[in-house]
């Protein structure tokens, strides 16, 4: 045997008694000290006040906006939210002060610019966390039946607490505190999640299917999805109608998301971003050569330009791209994609800002499984030049709700006289083949009038993007042994 490990494994196997005796030895014994010069062998960064050049600046800053930008993009957004004082319709949206949330009270219209890729299965709901200011209460009301999830994550978007009828959440108060809350919970909290960075977001999602009757109930049970500090609660669900809330302006416009990140002022934000979230386990030492190279920049101005340089550079060759669902995920048959780390992505870099920059604040996969395609059965770009067809035999398992939607090249909906952006578990038009299997009709102009209640309509001679969720997903998804068809052009 010439390897130490196969000379162990002789060892053990020839020797159970002394195999057992060592077992045990390993497990009570104490942890070993670090040898006296591990400071000086492992220090624990660049050394302060070294002089460093441009180009290694580029190079760190470059790193450094690749997988910080989701980081960014939510901390910006409570900087935004700090501004406000009032829960108000801004235009489509709801806008809240941080530690509150406002509630639309039907599905999001197109004309909505503040996250990508909304769906229109659900009523939202949305409001920024600042837990340093203050614990948070969530109120959760009875849903009945009805599915519904709260999405409730950290400023690196991934999640730090259940509330959703795949847990068997009760109706109740939730109390939501940062890491270094020491305070006491007040009787009538039913649970504390506790975050690890002070800033977050939270979305609700309630469902509702395309009825004006299941809208009247709709707005009736989230008129107590609630949000509010610890201090203002007293034990009472409290409630609002959102239908009357004071409307302003949109601050949001144009056919793009928010650049809710800018590349000029990405180093400003930063430092605030990192204190924030503290390094992670095995980050300290990024941690520490980036904010080596900030303190250099603010000594330098060339180092400062240089870095931001390499934002500018690093938004478009990198950042970018992975705007496009075709570039990034895991690869599925037909072309569809995936990923499976949503709102779980820890030290996965390249999905998370991937999965921010394309579709932004999406849940665990237990929760919900995503599926993207912008590619026909040949690998050809979707067009609203063509027709195309997606045939489900089964529709997806799920235990919740499923989902196609349709977004334009910007990853929004495309307007139509049908005001339909997705097809799926809330429809009461579909049409079932023969078979048991459902075809929908994915083009520009209407089909029969024995298909049109299948139809989605897609933007005229545009490119555009085809979208599935599967809510509460049976094992058949999260397994991958369910994965979607083919979307097939016709002849």
């Given at each position: 045997m010439t390897s130490s490990a196969g000379m162990k494994y002789v060892l053990f196997a020839g020797t159970p008694a002394l195999a057992v005796f060592i077992a045990l030895s390993?497990?009570?014994?104490?942890?070993?000290?670090?040898?006296?010069?591990?400071?000086?062998?492992?220090?624990?960064?660049?050394?302060a006040g070294t002089k460093i050049t441009?180009?290694?600046?580029?190079?760190?800053?470059?790193?450094?906006?690749?997988w910080a930008w989701?980081?960014?993009?939510?901390?910006?957004?409570?900087?935004?939210?700090?501004?406000v004082s009032e829960i108000v319709m801004a235009g489509p949206v709801p806008a809240a002060p941080l530690n509150h949330l406002g509630m639309l009270t039907n599905y999001i219209v197109p004309e909505e610019r503040i996250v990508a890729c909304p769906n229109q299965d659900v009523v939202y709901g949305a409001g920024s966390l600042a837990l340093d200011v203050s614990p948070v209460v969530v109120q959760v009301p009875d849903f009945g039946d009805r599915f519904w999830v709260y999405q409730i994550v950290d400023v690196r978007t991934d999640s730090f607490a259940d509330l959703g009828k795949m847990y068997g959440t009760t109706p109740g108060f939730y109390l939501l505190v940062g890491p270094n809350w020491n305070g006491v919970v007040p009787s009538g909290i039913s649970k504390v999640f506790r975050a690890s960075t002070s800033t977050g977001y939270v979305i609700p999602r309630v469902f509702q299917d395309d009825t004006p009757e299941d809208n009247k109930l709709v707005r009736e049970v989230t008129q107590e999805v609630m949000m509010y500090p610890l201090a203002e609660f007293d034990g009472k669900m409290k409630s609002r109608d959102w239908s009357q809330l004071p409307k302003t302006a949109s601050a949001s416009?144009?056919?793009?998301?928010?650049?809710?990140?800018?590349?000029?002022?990405?180093?400003?934000?930063?430092?605030?971003?990192?204190?924030?979230?503290?390094?992670?386990?095995?980050?300290?030492?990024?941690?520490?050569?980036?904010?080596?190279?900030?303190?250099?920049?603010?000594?330098?101005?060339?180092i400062k330009a240089a870095m931001t340089e390499a934002a500018v550079e690093a938004d478009k060759e990198l950042v970018k791209p992975v705007?496009?669902?075709?570039?990034?995920?895991?690869?599925?048959?037909?072309?569809?994609?995936?990923?499976?780390?949503?709102?779980?992505?820890?030290?996965?870099?390249?999905?998370?800002?991937?999965?921010?920059?394309?579709?932004?604040?999406?849940?665990k996969?237990?929760?919900?499984?995503?599926?993207?395609?912008?590619?026909?059965?040949?690998?050809?770009?979707?067009n609203g030049a063509n027709q195309y067809t997606v045939t489900f035999a089964p529709t997806p398992p799920v235990r919740g709700f499923w989902s196609l939607t349709l977004y334009n090249e910007f990853h929004f909906f495309s307007p139509n006289d049908l005001r339909r952006y997705s097809l799926?578990?809330?429809?009461?038009?579909?049409?079932y083949n023969s078979d048991g299997s459902l075809t929908i009709y994915v083009q520009a102009d209407p089909p029969s009038e024995a298909q049109r209640g299948n139809w989605l309509p897609a933007p005229k001679d545009a490119n555009f993007s085809l979208f599935m969720r599967s809510y509460w997903p049976k094992v058949e998804i999260t397994d991958g042994s369910w994965t979607p068809p083919a979307v097939v052009r016709a002849n």
């Open positions: 390993l497990a009570q014994a104490e942890p070993l000290a670090p040898s006296p010069e591990w400071a000086q062998a492992m220090p624990s960064g660049p050394v441009e180009e290694y600046a580029k190079l760190v800053a470059r790193d450094a906006y690749f989701p980081l960014v993009n939510v901390y910006n957004r409570r900087l935004t939210y700090e501004k416009g144009g056919d793009e998301e928010v650049k809710w990140v800018v590349p000029e002022n990405f180093f400003d934000v930063l430092p605030l971003v990192l204190a924030d979230a503290p390094p992670m386990p095995g980050e300290e030492a990024r941690y520490a050569e980036v904010m080596a190279v900030l303190a250099a920049a603010e000594k330098d101005a060339k705007f496009e669902f075709r570039n990034w995920g895991l690869q599925l048959p037909h072309n569809w994609s995936t990923q499976s780390n949503g709102a779980a992505f820890g030290t996965d870099y390249f999905t998370r800002t991937a999965v921010a920059k394309s579709n932004i604040f999406v849940n996969p237990n929760e919900t499984k995503y599926f993207y395609q912008d590619l026909d059965n040949a690998g050809q770009r979707l799926g578990t809330k429809n009461k038009t579909l049409k």
